[in-house]
T-cell receptor, first 111, second 117 residues
Framework: DSGVTQTPKHLITATGQRVTLRCSPR?????VYWYQQSLDQGLQFLIQ???????AKGNILERFSAQQFPDLHSELNLSSLELGDSALYFC??????????FGPGTRLLVL | AQSVTQLDSQVPVFEEAPVELRCNYS??????LFWYVQYPNQGLQLLLK??????LVKGINGFEAEFNKSQTSFHLRKPSVHISDTAEYFC???????????????FGQGTILTVHP
């Protein structure tokens, strides 16, 4: 158990819909990262937050957004969902940025 | 930009045999290197990491890896594998502190290790 929690574990929705994925980092970690894992793209970095502020962006679509709240939990919002958004979404956290610990992931299926 | 190449997509091996999973990276700056393991239907678990210091790093479950700067490699080894080591293994790199790629993990495509009895 890494100490990073993610909810929900599974999510099934329809095209065009909007979903919110939630992540709670390890106790004391200020940084939260989001990654997408798909069969065709592999594991890709989406976005990083540090103590409530966006720190770095990767290959994140404009339909996707994230935020980190004062209690340090983070949410990833995915809107106007397409079939190709079906993937495993991971959250990771770290204290200083070098070593990231991953949550169990949220499996999203868009029908 | 940084990239990671895992040279084998699948590695079959018999139980108690040694195994090496190969990883090469490219980066124009100093790097931190990691190996993660993903068991079926689970998240990523950190196996080991190289941040600085000794180029031979030891991790959990008997795995070790050697950082070779001249060959830009970070191969993962285990002298004797078990059935329970069957999983997908990912090599990852992030830029050193202060760089623009610091904190952003770039992953290889993964190597599926299958241990046969």
């Amino acid at each position: 158990d890494s100490g990073v929690t993610q909810t929900p574990k599974h999510l099934i929705t329809a095209t065009g819909q909007r979903v919110t994925l939630r992540c709670s980092p390890r106790s004391g970690d200020l940084s939260v990262y989001w990654y997408q894992q798909s069969l065709d793209q592999g594991l890709q970095f989406l976005i990083q937050y540090y103590n409530g502020e966006e720190r770095a962006k990767g290959n994140i679509l404009e339909r996707f957004s994230a935020q980190q709240f004062p209690d340090l939990h983070s949410e990833l919002n995915l809107s106007s969902l397409e079939l190709g958004d079906s993937a495993l979404y991971f959250c990771a956290s770290s204290a200083f940025g070098e070593t990231q610990y991953f949550g169990p992931g949220t499996r999203l299926l868009v029908l | 930009a940084q990239s990671v190449t895992q040279l084998d997509s699948q590695v079959p091996v018999f139980e108690e045999a040694p195994v090496e999973l190969r990883c090469n990276y490219s980066s124009s700056v100093s790097v931190y290197l990691f190996w993660y393991v993903q068991y079926p239907n689970q998240g990523l678990q950190l196996l080991l990491k190289y941040l600085s210091g000794s180029t031979l790093v030891k991790g959990i479950n008997g795995f070790e890896a050697e950082f070779n700067k001249s060959q830009t490699s970070f191969h993962l080894r285990k002298p004797s594998v078990h059935i329970s080591d069957t999983a997908e293994y990912f090599c990852a790199v992030t830029g050193g502190a202060g760089g623009t790629s610091y904190g952003k993990l770039t992953f290889g495509q993964g190597t599926i290790l299958t241990v046969h009895p």
